[in-house]
């Protein structure tokens, strides 16, 4: 302890000016010495200085004690900055990335982001530069805050907000704890994106909390954990989250006894098992203004967006559900974009557009307790269960049976001049609410549309659109047709119109033109092409109503080429068939997996195929060369493509002769060789007492004279010219069995009558000898044998020996008599 010094009588005071937070838990003491040499000292003091402003740059700077820009903490010592941190402290970061543990900073902290580093105040920050990213280094929690319920020893209640402001947040893939927990805490969060982290991106319990322009997006699991707090959500969005995780009741909140309050926010793409976006259970309410619901995937079936089974008043107003889907596995699923159990919700002024679910309520499906749904666009929903179902009471709804009319550049589908659903929801702001979903008056003049969005321009004429054409795709050559129904003014009447395709800048009529041709029949307008040209792709088509000028339908025609799959039997292995390189070897690939719409282009070879039959309308070509990209580039003469049966096993009797004849001729130039398999290869075939080589027409054959020896032999034929091989066979296997002996006795009684042996032999000749193929040997025992009307007919090969004694192989034809006489 140094000494500061002063003499004389009088009062003696120490002043610290402006402290600097380096100064906490510096000691002080006052010391007298009495002239007599006498020492005494006062009670010692300690300084609490905590710090009102902390400033942190990536790589610090000065004395790197926070105490200026000048004097910024390196971003090393982020952590014991927020640590540092004391209620009412402003903690500036700046632009950059810093790694961060898990910290507990005081509530009532402020902790704010998005500097360049030479900021005098919080408003001269820029938003969207100078990004803070803290990027966690941690499974367990970055950020926890808790309040004065959760430390009740704290000496001074925290009656200001903590605040995290202009802050990316980005959290570990695998992590086991919610990466910002919020306990028994009033937090405002504005302007601060959570990303990437897993399971949960922030956990509330009790406190209150709100979210202003926040991003929470990439979440494995929930969002948002919210357990009997007051949350609320401003502009802010939730997008894919709850996709990675496999147990997320929902991919954006999940609220258990909570209030939840929604305004001016967007929920895009979030997964969960309960709901896509939203579930709220065990009391608390949830009240949802001006949001947007799209493409939200509740994967346990009950709630594509949202499944509300708070028992508190709940409410939904003025917000857009559109392609949210409630599906299981079991491909079932009920309340497409919302899902209601055990409460009572008022639904008002919502467009519920292109939701899904298989079971019940493509839109809105109330499982128990009561819903009403107020001046709603219902839409082109799905589901075998309706669009709206359960216990719903409805009022002032549009569920057709003509189209909205939305204004086509619309991504929140607004209302186009000519919709048919304006200036029909009354003038309750008590129902309708003050503001539409982009906030604009909802009320324009003096009666609300129906829809979460109020159109506000000039009105055209409404018209009543029962049938729209839909953009079409199709293959070349395919027949394509469009058709419309429609009535301007009122729905009875009926509006015709002009079809036109758009011819450079203009727009021209289309009947007559290139095949087109259009009909009316009770009142639907059809154009239609028995089959369209290649041309034609992209053609821009539109249905002009002529009594209402500026209003025309428009569509697109998108024609495909035909498929191509490629043959080139010369290729080494069969690929995909898509390319040439990737070519199938055989034209029976092709034709599985061809269709009406397929061309198949096959280079030039032989294929040793048969029984090849195209689906109806399959085309087949040849003559390529095998890298040809334009049929005009083929030639049929220098790529001829020969098809044939191919060589097959076969199976003969001892004695018996069999041919293998190749699937294709020789052609020009081409010689023939036959090989047979000796130890691991092939070797060229020369004629022998049992083979013999000719040639039949330019065929060039093998007959094998069928001889025990020669079983299993395999035996395939080469086709060359010059040196160069230019096919090669599927290898033939050859089977040479034994011949049958077939045993005949007229006087045998009670044996099966198959001939396998005397016991069994057979007693008619004439049956034995129809039963036994050619080239069988016939033991037959001494007796008479008469035959049929026919007589014997003894196949090639066959041999017949009598004189047998029955039921022996004892043989003296003098003995023992064998006499065969005609039927006569």
């Not at 729905?491 to 758009?502: A, D, E, I, K």
Request: net charge neutral; glycine share 12%.
């Amino acid at each position: 302890m140094s000494d500061a010094y002063t003499t004389g009588n009088g009062t003696a005071t120490l002043t610290l000016t402006n402290p600097p937070h380096t100064w906490n838990g510096s000691i002080y003491r006052l010391r007298l010495v009495n002239t007599d040499g006498l020492t005494t000292y006062s009670e010692n003091r300690t300084l609490v200085c905590l710090p009102s402003y902390l400033y942190v740059k990536q790589t610090g700077s000065g004395t790197k004690d926070g105490t200026s820009w000048a004097n910024a903490m390196p971003s090393t010592d982020l952590q014991h900055a927020m640590h540092l941190a004391a209620p009412y402290t402003q903690v500036w970061i700046a632009g950059g990335t810093y790694p961060l543990a898990s910290t507990v900073p005081a509530s009532g902290s402020e902790i704010y982001g998005g500097f360049a580093g030479t900021e005098t105040s919080l408003s001269q920050r820029v938003k969207g530069t100078n990004e803070t990213r803290m990027v966690s280094t941690t499974l367990q929690r970055m950020i926890t805050f808790y309040g004065t319920a959760s430390y009740p020893a704290t000496p001074v209640p925290i009656e200001i907000p903590t605040v995290l402001d202009r802050l990316t947040l980005v959290g570990l893939s695998y992590g086991s704890a919610a990466l910002v927990r919020l306990q028994d805490a009033d937090v405002r969060m504005s302007d601060v994106e959570v990303k990437d982290s897993y399971p949960v991106s922030i956990s509330i319990g009790r406190g209150t909390v709100e979210l202003s322009g926040c991003t929470v997006s990439g979440g494995g699991d929930v969002a948002v954990d919210a357990r009997d707090a007051a949350v609320t959500i401003r502009k802010s969005t939730f997008s894919s989250n709850g996709n990675r995780g496999a147990g997320a009741l929902a991919g954006a909140i999940y609220s258990s006894g909570s209030t939840i309050s929604i305004e001016d926010s967007s929920f895009a793409q979030n997964r969960g098992l309960v709901a896509g976006a939203i579930y709220t259970r065990d009391g608390g309410s949830v009240e949802i203004r001006r949001s947007r619901f799209l493409e939200n995937t509740g994967s346990g079936g009950s709630g594509g967006a949202l499944s509300i089974r708070s028992t508190g008043p709940s409410k939904i107003s003025n917000s857009l559900f559109t392609g949210n889907v409630s599906t299981m596995v079991s491909n079932q699923g009920s309340g497409g974009a919302i899902n209601a159990r055990n409460c009572s919700i008022e639904l008002s002024q919502l467009t519920l557009v292109g939701n899904r679910a298989p079971t019940y309520g493509g839109a809105v499906h109330v499982e128990s307790g009561s819903a009403t749904l107020v001046n709603s666009i219902v839409s082109a929903n799905v589901s075998n269960g309706g669009w709206l179902s359960g216990n719903i009471s409805q009022s002032g709804n549009f569920e057709g049976p003509y189209d909205p009319l939305f204004d086509a550049g619309s991504a929140d589908l607004a209302l186009s001049s000519h919709s048919p659903l304006r200036d029909l929801g009354g003038n309750s702001a008590a129902v309708s609410g003050a503001t539409d979903l982009s906030g604009s008056n909802r009320f324009f003049g003096g009666v609300a549309d129906l829809g979460a969005s109020e159109f506000s321009g000039t009105a055209g004429e409404k018209v009543y659109l029962f049938e729209r054409p839909t953009d079409k795709e199709v293959f070349v050559e395919r027949p394509v047709s469009f058709s419309i129904r429609a009535a301007a003014g009122n729905p009875s009447s009926g509006t015709p119109v002009v079809w036109q395709f758009r011819d450079g800048s203009t727009w021209k009529p289309l009947a007559g033109v290139d095949g087109w041709t259009t009909t009316l029949t009770n009142g639907t307008s059809t154009l239609a092409n028995p089959g369209v040209t290649q041309v034609m792709n992209g053609l821009q088509i539109r249905a002009h109503f002529s009594a209402v000028p500026d209003l025309s339908i428009p569509v697109k025609l998108t024609v495909k080429p035909r498929l191509i799959l490629y043959v080139d039997g010369s290729l080494a292995a069969s690929g995909n068939g898509k390319t040439w390189p990737t070519a199938f070897i055989t034209i029976r690939e092709a034709l599985a997996i061809a269709t009406l719409d397929t061309d198949i282009w096959v280079a030039g070879g032989d294929y040793a195929e048969a029984d090849l039959v195209p689906p109806a309308g399959a085309r087949i070509f040849i003559g390529f060369a095998g890298g040809e990209s334009d049929l005009a580039q083929r030639d049929p003469v220098a790529n001829p493509v020969r098809i044939g049966a191919p060589i097959s096993d076969r199976t003969i009797i001892e004695g018996d002769t069999t041919v293998l004849v190749p699937p294709l001729p020789l052609a020009a130039g081409q010689t023939a060789r036959w090989q047979v398999k000796r130890g691991a290869g092939m070797v060229d075939l020369s004629a022998d007492a049992n083979h013999a080589l000719n040639e039949v027409r330019g065929i060039p054959g093998l007959a094998i004279l069928g001889s025990t020896a020669l079983s299993g032999q395999v035996y395939q034929v080469v086709y060359t010219t010059g040196a160069v091989v230019d096919y090669v066979s599927l290898p033939a296997v050859i089977t040479v069995i034994p011949r049958p002996v077939v045993y005949v006795d007229a006087a045998v009684t009670g044996g099966a009558d198959n001939g396998s042996n005397w016991a069994n032999a057979f007693s008619d000749l004439s049956a034995a000898l129809a039963a036994y193929p050619a080239f069988s040997d016939f033991k037959i025992a001494a007796g008479t044998y008469r035959a049929g009307s026919g007589g014997f007919v003894i196949r090639r090969g066959t041999v017949l020996r009598g004189g047998y004694l029955a039921g022996s192989e004892t043989r003296d034809p003098v003995v023992h008599r064998t006499l065969l006489t005609s039927a006569n």
